[in-house]
């Protein structure tokens, strides 16, 4: 909380003192912020007691999947005599049906799709990778079309579109670096990793965003 607080924070606020700096208004903690009429309390989730100190109206839940189950149910707690009940959860995935991944499935599941320019269809990368990137023998890596297969895809240009659209109590988002911009990580880059990586756990959650067990680590319920 500390490092955040003074590495991410502080130069945020000092950065842009005539926007969000007008709004802060001056504290001696780096664990907690006077923001208008407000604050901003920053936690770890390691304490039951630094949890339990303080209510509020919106949490915001960063890494998720590093957070004991029964810490996150007690940060929840503190909402309970809000009017706003606001929860944000933020985290690369790590296991399938936990922490980030459980909630996302519970959520409109909303993708990032990517609009062809020959054929107008749209492409999800996540749910067709690898066959989404294609590589050719000039050397060129793109982004390829998975119903043409032939237009090259614009990460720019797409729309967010829900799975369970049904679902509009809760909204959830999926990122990955299959869509970032090529400055800051190209599809061929994407390849490499992907071909040489020794740690498949690592690429799938870090790189495409999604939870990953390896075959040999899989139980099954027979096997239980």
């Not at 890494?63 to 606001?86: G, N, P």
């Not at 985290?91 to 519970?106: R, V």
């Not at 670096?177 to 870090?206: C, G």
């Amino acid at each position: 909380v500390m490092e955040f607080s003074k590495g991410r924070l502080g130069p945020l606020i000092e950065e842009n003192i005539d926007s969000v700096g007008a709004y802060v208004k001056e504290t001696n903690s780096a664990s907690m912020k006077n923001i208008w009429d407000t604050f901003l309390h920053m936690r770890g989730m390691k304490s039951k007691l630094s949890l339990k100190a303080v209510p509020a109206d919106f949490i915001v839940f960063d890494e998720l999947d590093e957070a004991e189950e029964d810490m996150v149910d007690l940060a929840i707690k503190r909402l309970s005599h809000s009017k706003f009940k606001e929860i944000y959860m933020l985290s690369n995935p790590t296991l399938p049906d936990y922490g980030i991944n459980k909630q996302f499935q519970n959520s409109d599941q909303r993708y990032w799709l990517l609009k062809c320019p020959k054929c107008n269809q749209y492409t999800c990368m996540e749910d067709t990778f690898p066959d989404c990137i294609a590589e050719f023998k000039d050397g060129r890596t793109i982004r390829l079309c998975q119903s043409c297969k032939d237009g090259e895809l614009d990460p720019a240009v797409g729309q967010w579109v829900a799975k369970k659209p049904g679902i509009t109590d809760r909204r959830g988002y999926h990122y990955s670096q299959l869509f970032a911009n090529d400055a800051y990580s190209k599809p061929s880059e994407i390849m490499s990793e992907f071909r040489t990586s020794a740690h498949l756990k690592v690429f799938y959650n870090m790189t495409i965003g999604v939870p990953y067990v390896s075959a040999e680590n899989r139980l099954t319920v027979q096997d239980v």
